[in-house]
Structure formats: structure tokens, C-alpha cells
């Protein structure tokens, strides 16, 4: 499974003076979150590298003015569009997309991603598979130094 959203832009300061506006993502694989930041150059070269091998959607201009909070958004969402629809229109996950996300790359019998899903193949959904036993909210026992003073109540 694989869902990627891009939330929110940001700056990044790069020199001691100087910032770039980077685009926070959330990649979501195989029950594993983690995030990363992005500049919009960054999409734009993951863009060249993907038209040559497959079908894209096209890709949010960049002639907009930096500054302005509005236009930030509207790229933003473009951006998150764009990764979507790369999902969407491809059969397999391109690798050049996974090497962006830093996600490990399938193997070679998955097929038919689509947003936010994929589908295994036989051998990998079989009831046999690991699959989490218990699961706990929060644990009763361990509670960070902030929160022991504050509460005396412990667990309900």
C-alpha cells in the first residue's frame, strides 16, 4: 500500500541568510509513515526522469510569484495532484518516483497501483501473512516526564 499527500509548504534556510520553499510530504508504505521535505526543482527533475518511461499527468507551472501565500497553496495542491496522478495512471510504481519518496521498491509480481492502494499478489495476501496480534492506544506505564506531574489519574 502507498498513499502520498503533500500537506503544507515551508521555508528552509540553506545559508545563514538565505531560505527555499520546500513542500512537506507524507509517504505512507506498507503501514510505515514517514516524512520528507522537497523543493519544487526536486519535483521537476522526478517530472524529466518520469515522462521518458511513462504516462504522466501534467505538471504545475512554475511562473507564479513565490511570495504571494495564495500561490503557494495552489502549488502545493498541483504538486500533490501531480504525485497522484502518477500513481493513477501507472500500472507499476515507477522506480524513479519510489527512489524520490525513499521508500523501498516492490517487487517485481505487484501490480495495479492505484491511489492509495495496491494490490498483492496471491502469495503475499495469503492468511499466513504476519498480521498484528494486540495493539495499544497508550501505555499505561509509561508516561513522559511532562505529563506524570500534570496527571494523577493514571490510566482509565
Known amino acids: 500500500m502507498i498513499e502520498v499527500c503533500v500537506p503544507s509548504v515551508?521555508?528552509?534556510?540553506?545559508?545563514?541568510?538565505?531560505?527555499?520553499?520546500?513542500?512537506?510530504?507524507?509517504?505512507l508504505f506498507?503501514?510505515?509513515?514517514?516524512?520528507l521535505d522537497r523543493r519544487y526543482s526536486e519535483f521537476h527533475a522526478l517530472h524529466k526522469l518520469l515522462k521518458k518511461t511513462c504516462k504522466v499527468p501534467d505538471f504545475p507551472p512554475k511562473r507564479v510569484p513565490n511570495w504571494m501565500q495564495k500561490v503557494q497553496e495552489h502549488r502545493r495542491q498541483g504538486l500533490e495532484a501531480y504525485i497522484q496522478g502518477?500513481?493513477?495512471?501507472n500500472t507499476d510504481v515507477p522506480?524513479?518516483?519510489?527512489?524520490f519518496l525513499k521508500v523501498r521498491h516492490f517487487?517485481?509480481?505487484?501490480?495495479?497501483?492505484?491511489?492509495g492502494s495496491l494490490n498483492l499478489t496471491a502469495e503475499e495476501?495469503?492468511?499466513?501473512?504476519?498480521?498484528?496480534?494486540v495493539g495499544f492506544y497508550k501505555d499505561c506505564y509509561i508516561l513522559p516526564p511532562e505529563t506524570e506531574r500534570a496527571s494523577t489519574s493514571g490510566c482509565n
Open 107 to 115: 517487487h517485481k509480481e505487484i501490480k495495479n497501483c492505484s491511489v
Open 95 to 99: 522506480k524513479e518516483l519510489l527512489d
Open 86 to 89: 502518477v500513481l493513477w495512471y
Open 30 to 35: 506498507n503501514g510505515r509513515r514517514h516524512t
Open 10 to 27: 515551508g521555508h528552509e534556510l540553506y545559508k545563514s541568510d538565505k531560505t527555499h520553499t520546500v513542500f512537506r510530504m507524507d509517504v
Open 125 to 133: 495476501s495469503s492468511p499466513l501473512s504476519h498480521k498484528a496480534v
